[in-house]
């Protein structure tokens, strides 16, 4: 049973990031702890989401724009030390309302389709690094400040998906190093990871095949919808 979830909570993750962008990290970090506890969730999601964003980056490619990216990287290389050790030396009792806290509070702000004012200063790509390499050290979750700053940027769309994908994964290449040198890559992570290579494959074929079926604006507001019921069961 704890199999069969997990190949699940993986696909539900791969396809929301492949039909919309972004979200498969929260998806799944809303979900695996309850099935593996954290400190196995956070390596593996890490694992799980720079594979899917390997393959996802070969479709938008074209779209890249590396100047941002580089600077995000640096705040991320910053912040992702602090994450990590958060994760091994802080009680799950208190991180894990933390991550729900942060799952609530951007899934509602985004329901929420407010215009951001337009940052003409590169610079702030530095400090939204910084946070997102801490929230992804800890929890995975480095996509909030990345999204809110290429929002502020007015990326386009298609530019938002490829820069997106370059990020979270050089960001999560960062994060597998960081949880390496923690010795969080156990041979449980090792075993889940190798049961959601299958999901993997078959969530990014299904989103590639859904992707022009399914209104993605519709699909990402369902998929917030869901996140804020998943991060306030973490908030108890």
Known sequence: MTEALLFGAVFAAVLTQTLTGFGSAMVAMALLPHLTGLLVAAPLVALVAATMEAVVLVRWRPALNWQPIRRLALGTLVGVPFGVLALRHVDAGILLPILGAVIVGYSLYALMDRRLPRLHDARWAYGAGLLAGILGGAYNVSGPPAIVYGQCRRWSPAEFKGNL?????????????????????????????????????????????????????????????LLVALGVALLR
């Open 165 to 225: 994908q370059a990020f979270f994964l050089l960001g999560d290449a960062l994060v597998i190093g960081g949880h390496a040198l923690a010795g969080n890559l156990s041979g449980e992570v090792w075993g889940h990871y190798m049961l959601s290579v299958p999901a993997i494959a078959l969530g990014v074929v299904a989103g590639l095949a859904l992707e022009r079926l399914i209104r993605a604006d519709l699909f990402r507001r369902l998929t917030l919808v």
